[in-house]
């Protein structure tokens, strides 16, 4: 269980995994070029202890925060990392 995205921002790749961890949170990475640029952890204790729970309502909360991160992506609150005063970007 868990999502997996490509996506494109001003010419930038990123990768997006969500997925459960067995400490009852939800994990979403942000990879760009194989590193992980930003992390999003949030529990859902309280779910997996409700009479209400079902993987439906688990699955949808995953795929709630994995479109959340996503928006970050699109809207630039999620960017690459700041280069080193001096340095040059790759093929530049």
Do not use: W
């Not at 994990?27 to 202890?49: F, M, W």
């Amino acid at each position: 269980m868990g999502f997996n995205t490509e996506i494109e921002h001003n010419g930038v790749v990123f990768h997006v995994q969500t997925e459960p961890r067995k400490d009852a949170r939800i994990e979403t990475l942000v990879y760009l070029r194989g590193a992980i640029i930003h992390s999003l952890k949030t529990s859902y204790q309280e779910l997996l202890n409700s009479s209400e729970y079902s993987d439906e309502k688990l699955t949808r909360l995953l795929k709630d925060q994995h479109q959340r991160v996503i928006v970050q992506i699109r809207t630039g609150e999620i960017r690459p990392p700041e280069a080193p005063a001096g340095s040059t970007s790759p093929g530049a």
